[in-house]
């Protein structure tokens, strides 16, 4: 495939992906794509008859009247998108007055959360992640709960403070009980954190008291995004029992702003890992049920010029995959909606340089890694920015996610 825009093999967004997402352009939300360095306008191309659907479902603010609509109409129209740019096709290569108004470089416009989003889940499946802070809070006899190997673990979080990349995020303040002989205090969070994460959106869910199958999962599944858990430690460490996260995550999640579809990821399926013990029936998943996608985390104090690479892993170490964690979150007849997000859990990999969150990058604090700049870190401090890019490799072009990226404010 090749398009009549240029962009190099390292670019994110050739015509292999057309990812989707939601542009601020001339003050108004507008549906988009990318394509090389730019966003092209799909609000317009629908408007004018060059995208034909049977609803037109590309004037609204959001992508969730789109992702409703299942996957064929999702297929159809990434088909029709592709041909639409590719460089064979006369349509909009030859129409000098439309290609002027329907494409806007990237860097120029700005990019808002492309999903009205409505219940948000968070999953704990990366084996390495759980054993690291299992090891470091139970002791390693303890690190993996019995229960981690059965079923993939997982709290409700909350979709109200979910916020896309470039939103700063502010140092929140809680209860702490930062001495176990004492009473606890309340002030700013001092261990701040980030989770490297992917999530999904559910196109097309289920009814109250129905389930989604493993086998049928990925058609109720419209893409995925890059997803920063923002994490306060010291709030959690108090809180989490016995019921989960609280505050310690509620005040911020970022996310990527460009929907990669799944359809964009086929050419990336891989096996993923071996399980341990033999799961339930219905959480049995054969073939290639994940997804080879690089992942990178770069940390930047105020100080430096240039973020420094902190963490690289891959979403394929998750050990429980998308289909497994759609098919238990709706096996007891729980229904998922339109515009619904599930987010993997922190993706750590089996190496010291994939471990995808700060808390097990220095040990929980006891070994602070260094920085360019001569400055040291156990956690995220006022001024650092976070950035996460995901990128799936091809062999002459790749596919890639863009970034999340949030700079920390300090505590109101
Ligand atoms: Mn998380």
């Known amino acids: 495939m090749k398009s009549f825009i240029t ?78 740019l590719d460089a064979d096709n006369a349509e909009l290569r030859d129409s000098e007055v439309i290609r002027n108004e329907c494409f806007h470089l990237m860097k120029d416009v700005e990019m ?19 054993s690291n802070v299992g090891e470091m809070f139970r002791g390693k006899e303890n690190a993996l709960m019995p229960n981690w190997l059965h079923i993939p673990i997982a709290y409700h979080g909350r979709s109200s403070s979910i916020i896309v990349s470039g939103e700063d995020v502010r140092r929140p303040k809680g209860q702490t009980r930062p001495d176990p002989n004492a009473a606890p205090v309340f002030g700013a969070s001092k261990q701040m ?14 009814n109250l008291g129905e389930n989604i199958t493993v086998e049928n999962a990925e058609e109720h599944i419209f893409g995925m995004v890059v997803v920063n858990d923002w994490s306060a430690r010291d709030i959690q460490a108090w809180e989490y029992q016995p019921l989960g996260p609280f505050l310690a995550k509620n005040f911020a999640t970022s996310i990527s702003p460009w929907i990669v579809t799944l359809d964009a990821l086929q050419p990336f399926r891989t096996e993923g890992p071996k399980f341990e013990k033999e799961l339930l029936p219905y ?52 229904n998922t909606r339109t515009g619904d997000m599930m987010a993997s859990g922190t993706i750590s990999g089996p190496t010291k340089d994939a471990r995808g969150s700060m808390l097990e990058i220095t040990w929980r604090g006891t070994e602070p890694i260094k920085l360019p700049s001569g400055e040291e870190r156990k956690f995220i401090e006022d001024g650092d920015t976070v950035i996460m890019r995901a990128y799936a490799k091809g062999e002459n072009y790749t596919v890639g996610f863009g970034e999340v990226k949030a700079k920390l404010l300090p505590a109101k």
């Open 193 to 206: 954190d980030f989770e490297l994460e992917m999530g999904f959106f559910i196109g097309t869910g289920n």
């Open 112 to 130: 808002v959360l492309p999903v009205s989003i409505g219940d948000y889940t968070d999953f704990y499946s990366s084996r390495e992640h759980a």
């Open 283 to 334: 959480l049995q998943t054969k073939g290639n049920p994940t997804f080879d996608i690089n992942l990178e985390v770069k940390l930047k104090s105020g100080k430096m010029d240039e973020a420094v690479m902190i963490c690289e892993s891959n979403y394929k170490y998750l050990y429980y995959n998308m289909r497994q964690h759609l098919a238990h979150h709706t096996v007891n007849g729980c």
């Open 7 to 84: 962009y190099g093999r390292d670019s994110h967004f050739p015509i292999e992906n057309i990812p989707f997402g939601v542009a601020l352009i001339n003050g108004e939300k507008r549906i988009v794509t990318a394509i090389g360095d730019y966003v092209l306008d799909l609000k317009m191309l629908e408007g004018i008859g060059y995208i034909f659907q049977e609803k037109k479902v590309f004037q609204t603010e959001t992508l969730n009247e789109f992702m409703g609509c299942g996957k064929k109409v999702w297929t159809d129209a990434r088909n029709r998108i592709q041909k639409l």
